[in-house]
């Protein structure tokens, strides 16, 4: 009977048990503590012995002092492998003072050794793959921590107050980081990031490091891939930062709120970005771009308004959208990409809003002016493009309201779409004979632009390419074979000079055949158009509401096709002036027997005196249709004496026949003075300017073709069946004729 009850008692006891108490057995530690266990499976891990976890300890002595954890545990006969520390197991325990955790376990649980004050060192085995929420937290007293390779995941909390801690190093096997992982750790100095592909670390607001006000280095190892984003939220502290070339990706807000950051060190070669990383920070005042970076990301530098100065390096293929926009601290970009083929995105991304930069270098080596680059740079006055480059891409410099100045190196072949359309501070533009195509809209609504002229090497014109530069007073088209295009705006067809109402001459050189549908179409202040020998058709509304047309001179012998509606004018009271003897052709020809037809030279002959403070000049018969020669009188006045002509011949009284465009002037010279060279006579080879015109000839014969250099061996001119040049820039220039060796000097006065 006694025996029974025994038994009864001893059964109760166990029951209770089983509901009193979080643990399954316990046993004493090899460091002498007394520690609890709960199965799991045929493992166990390490729990409280309380009934609570408000209640931990409750009742039981807690561990102190070195505490080391076995790998295994015996329980009646049986051993567990011990593979984890559970939640709450090691809660409030401020008298341990160093912890040592074996191999054999894989996880630190929620909270396990929260507020153990106490603990100064925990070296955690490469075994473990994951701690716990809140698993350190409020351990003031842990100095240094290390974490394993193998660990996967950190979780909320994990550190948190950790204040003792100075430095702590991720390891590459990270790919989560919670959120307040290391928050409030004010002692951490240094962080070593080698996770090389994590994914998550921290939220919006809630960061890994929040509160580590005192980290002032972050370094990123050399083979991290992801920096995930808020990872460095509100680190106040830091002032620099290195980007590896490993890093593929950089999420949202990854420096948000570094209020401290200075300077950034960008090496990563190919990277992008989710959004905005640095939160627009105003303190940056510092991004250089290492020698292989490839792809300067979206948003990288946007609202830096603390940068001044950028240096693109010549590695850099690809600036994406809006890299640098609204930094409006910046004055100067020295770009060196020489093979960057894209800066992305709609007019005006890469620089948007940087209103301030007035200095835009471009290297020496620089092949390619990407698409969008400096499209409203508002605040650019001047650009001077370098000898290699070869192609402007579409709306690279869009918007520049305030651009004046410009200089295209005969190095450029190609001017895309809308490159300069908007540039309204454009006065001025000398377009290089190596050109060989403008684009649609390149020079649109530069209405600043008063004359211009189109060299012999261009072939293609696009739409609108000069439309509405409502200065431009005058133009000049000597390309050999050019192609005008057009393009349909709503209902309406646009061509090359479309709405230059300004536009009081167009010039239309020999080798055009050719005018597009509507090229100068509402220029409703053109008053002379001159078409060149070749022309052979002109499109319908060419010249459609040129309303104040005075004067045609045509120079080809058959009359151009035209439409109904390629003129708006047509009337007696507009001049057609045509070569001798093809007046009636054009009289017989629809719509040109409307104007009133006259034979003409077709080419000006003037005669005067280079100063006319020394002498006049008499021009006893003007060349006509009926005779071609021309006969004039060199008259000096007192004092001073006639030296010569400017092409070279010395008689006062002279004749000469008039087979083109010519224009004399008498030399006149004071008693004694002698002559300085300004034009040149030798071997029979003439060169001469008037009016700011080059003319040439050989042995006595006009020269059509020949080259006109600056003196940096920069072709201007290349006449090609035409006796002189247009009027060029006053300076010294270099000609030559064919394969003769000599170049002359000809100082244009």
């Known amino acids: 009977m006694k025996k029974e009850l025994c038994a009864l008692i001893t059964a109760i006891l166990v029951l209770v048990g089983q509901n009193a108490f979080a643990y399954s057995f316990s046993a004493v530690a090899p460091s002498g503590q007394t520690l609890y266990y709960n199965f799991s499976g045929n493992c166990v891990s390490i ?315 471009f290297g020496n080596n620089v092949k390619n002016i990407p698409s969008y680059l400096c499209s409203h740079l508002t605040g650019l006055t001047s650009v001077t493009i370098p000898n290699s480059v070869t192609n402007i891409g579409d709306c690279a410099f869009f918007g520049c309201t305030g651009l004046a100045s410009v200089t295209i190196p005969n190095s450029v072949t190609s001017i895309g779409n809308s490159v300069f359309n908007g540039c309204t501070g454009l006065m001025s533009l000398t377009i290089p004979n190596s050109v060989t195509s403008i684009g649609g809209g390149a020079f649109a609504n530069c209405t600043g632009l008063t004359t211009l002229t189109i060299p012999n090497s261009v072939k293609n014109i696009g739409s609108g390419a000069f439309s509405y530069c409502t200065s431009l007073e005058s133009f000049f088209l000597n390309a050999d074979s050019c192609v005008f295009e057009g393009y349909s705006y709503g209902g309406q067809y646009h061509g090359a000079f479309y709405g230059c109402s300004f536009l009081s001459s167009v010039i239309i050189g020999d080798s055009i055949t050719y005018i597009c549908e509507n090229a100068f179409k509402n220029c409703d202040q053109l008053i002379n158009i001159t078409l060149g020998s070749g022309v052979q058709s002109i499109s319908q509304g060419v010249f459609d509401g040129c309303t104040s047309l005075a004067r045609i001179k045509s120079y080809a012998t058959q009359p151009p096709l035209v439409q109904s509606n390629t003129f708006s004018v047509l009337s007696n009271d507009v001049i057609l002036n045509v070569p001798c003897g093809y007046g009636s052709i054009y009289d017989n020809t629809a719509i040109w027997h409307n104007f009133d037809i006259q034979e003409d030279l077709m080419y000006t002959f003037s005669a005067t005196p280079g100063n006319p403070a020394r002498g006049t000049v008499g021009v006893i018969h003007a060349p006509e249709c009926s005779n071609l020669q021309a006969e004039v009188q060199a008259y000096p006045y007192n004092g001073f004496h006639f030296a010569r002509w400017s092409d070279g011949n010395t008689e006062a ?97």
């Open 47 to 361: 729990t409280y012995p309380g009934s609570h976890t408000y209640n931990t300890y409750n009742g039981y002595t807690k561990p102190t002092g070195a505490l080391v954890i076995p790998s295994s545990v015996t329980y009646n006969g049986a051993t567990y492998s011990v593979i984890s520390i559970g939640d709450y197991a090691f809660d409030d325990c401020a008298g341990l003072t160093s912890l040592t955790i074996p191999n054999s376990v894989t996880n630190i649980a929620r909270f396990a050794f929260y507020g153990c004050t106490g603990l100064t060192s925990v070296t955690i085995p490469n075994s473990v793959t994951s701690i716990g929420y809140g698993a350190f937290e409020l351990c003031s007293g842990l100095t240094s921590v290390t974490i394993p390779n193998s660990v996967t995941r950190i979780d909320d909390n994990a550190f948190d107050g950790c204040t003792g801690l100075t430095s702590v190093t991720i390891p590459n096997s990270v790919s989560y980081i919670g959120t307040y992982a290391f928050h409030n750790c004010i002692g951490l100095t240094s962080v070593t990031f080698n996770a090389d592909s994590c994914l998550w670390a921290g939220d919006d607001g809630y960061g890994v490091f929040v509160g580590c006000t005192n980290i002032d280095t972050f370094t990123f190892g050399n083979n991290v891939k992801i920096i995930p984003s808020y990872l460095c939220n509100e680190l106040t502290g830091l002032t620099s930062v290195t980007i590896p070339n490993s890093v593929v990706k950089i999420g949202e807000y990854a420096f948000y709120h570094c209020a401290g950051l200075s300077s950034v060190f960008f090496n990563a070669d190919s990277c992008t970005l989710d959004a905005v990383i640095f939160d627009y920070n105003s303190n940056i005042n510092t991004i250089s771009f290492g020698d292989n970076v490839k792809i300067i990301p979206s948003y990288l530098c946007a609202g830096m308004t603390g940068l001044t100065s950028v240096t693109i390096p010549t590695s850099v293929i690809r600036i994406g959208d809006y890299a640098f926009a609204h930094c409006t601290g910046l004055t100067s970009v020295f770009f060196n990409a020489d093979s960057c083929i894209s800066a992305i995105g709609d007019c005006g991304v890469s620089f948007e809003g940087c209103v301030n930069i007035n200095t835009f270098t």
């Open 653 to 749: 009284h002279r004749y000469l026949v008039v087979l083109h465009d010519t224009a004399i002037e008498a030399i006149f010279l004071a008693e004694g003075e002698t002559e300085g060279i300004d034009d040149v006579n030798t071997d029979g080879f003439s060169v001469w300017s008037t009016n700011g015109r080059i003319h040439v000839s050989l042995d006595g014969e006009p020269v059509k073709e020949f080259r006109v250099y600056d003196l940096m061996g920069r072709e201007v001119f290349h006449a090609k069946h035409a006796p002189e040049t247009p009027a060029l820039p006053r300076g010294v220039y270099l000609v030559k004729v064919g394969t003769l060796p000599a170049k002359k000097v000809v100082v244009i006065r």
